[in-house]
């Protein structure tokens, strides 16, 4: 794990642990056969809270999610998912696509 180490993203004080990347933003792409983000699968979305977590645990609280679901659905779900998170990650970083 080159992330959650003491003495560099996190340390150890009196109080208990401390995050030391505060006032950082973290953009997490994260891709996925399934649909977990909306619907009946959503309780069962453990990598959003897990990454939160442990972000949160090292000060990181300005999370955004840029999620590529439904990649098993078919081409076409697949495709326009992935433009849809193309689309996203431009808007995110204030980037225009060229048409």
Do not use: C, M, N, W
């Not at 959650?4 to 208990?16: D, I, S």
């Not at 642990?17 to 399934?34: D, H, N, T």
């Not at 999620?67 to 193309?86: H, K, M, N």
């Amino acid at each position: 794990d080159y992330v959650l180490r003491a003495g560099v993203t996190f340390r150890y004080t009196e109080a208990g642990p401390e995050g030391l990347l505060k006032g950082k933003r973290a953009i997490v792409v994260a891709s996925r056969g399934g649909l977990y983000s909306e619907g009946p699968a959503k309780s069962f979305d453990s990598q959003e809270p897990h990454l939160r977590t442990l972000l949160g645990f090292i000060g990181i609280t300005d999370v955004e999610f840029v999620r590529v679901e439904r990649l098993a659905f078919g081409p076409e779900a697949r495709e326009q998912s992935i433009a849809d998170a193309e689309q996203r990650i431009a808007d995110i970083i204030g980037v225009r696509k060229a048409a």
